[in-house]
């Protein structure tokens, strides 16, 4: 199916996104608006130790107005690599430098009104190098034994969907 653009502007610039409306021509010839969220991508990172334990965040997330256990994640910086991001982000959130980062897939978020795409990283070798959080984090971090972090996903006790699809994506390196 081919959809020709006619006219896209910019509604709204924030810090994290910005917001285009684009005017489409449909297949059927009908003319649709939709809102796009423009993101310059993120990462998410399996953090596995030596002893086959995983670490999470539990966090606040204001719109879910709940404390949602979830994997390390962040946005790219400008030009940022997403391994780099990764490595930053594994530091900052859960205080781990990583010998080695394995990139094992990518997902958009949301492609009905989003252009996030999230690389997902496994972070093995872990050593204690803490950077200093995002001054509006507030994070605790909770390691779980890998068959325990794969029973709370399967068993729905873990509703971030991010940290949900990199699970899936990190499964056939944890068994």
């Given at each position: 199916m081919?959809?020709?653009?006619?006219k896209s502007?910019?509604t709204?610039?924030g810090?994290?996104f910005?917001?285009?409306?684009?005017?489409?021509?449909?297949?059927?010839?009908?003319?649709?608006?939709?809102?796009?969220?423009?993101?310059i991508?993120?990462?998410?990172?399996?953090?596995?130790?030596?002893?086959?334990?995983?670490?999470?965040?539990?966090?606040?997330?204001?719109?879910?107005?709940?404390?949602?256990?979830e994997?390390?994640?962040?946005?790219?910086?400008?030009?940022?690599?997403?391994?780099?991001?990764?490595?930053?982000?594994?530091?900052?959130?859960?205080?781990?430098?990583?010998?080695?980062?394995?990139?094992i897939?990518?997902?958009?978020?949301?492609?009905?009104?989003?252009?996030?795409?999230?690389?997902?990283?496994?972070?093995?070798?872990?050593t204690?190098?803490?950077?200093?959080?995002d001054?509006?984090?507030?994070l605790?971090?909770?390691k779980?034994?890998?068959?325990?972090?794969?029973?709370?996903?399967?068993?729905?006790?873990?509703?971030?969907?991010k940290?949900?699809?990199?699970?899936?994506?990190?499964?056939?390196?944890?068994?």
């Open positions: 081919k959809f020709e653009l006619l502007e910019n709204y610039q810090r994290a910005s917001v285009r409306r684009d005017h489409l021509l449909t297949p059927g010839g009908n003319t649709v608006k939709y809102d796009i969220i423009e993101h991508g993120s990462v998410s990172i399996v953090p596995v130790d030596e002893h086959g334990m995983m670490y999470f965040v539990r966090q606040y997330r204001h719109a879910a107005q709940l404390d949602l256990l994997l390390p994640a962040g946005t790219l910086e400008p030009g940022e690599p997403p391994e780099e991001a990764a490595a930053r982000e594994v530091r900052e959130e859960v205080g781990m430098a990583a010998q080695t980062l394995k990139k897939g990518s997902f958009y978020l949301a492609p009905g009104y989003s252009t996030e795409l999230m690389h997902v990283y496994l972070a093995t070798g872990l204690e190098d803490p950077l200093d959080p001054q509006d984090e507030y605790s971090v909770e779980i034994p890998v068959a325990e972090a794969l029973r709370l996903a399967e068993s729905g006790q873990m509703q971030d969907a940290s949900l699809a990199a699970l899936m994506l990190a499964r056939p390196y944890l068994l």
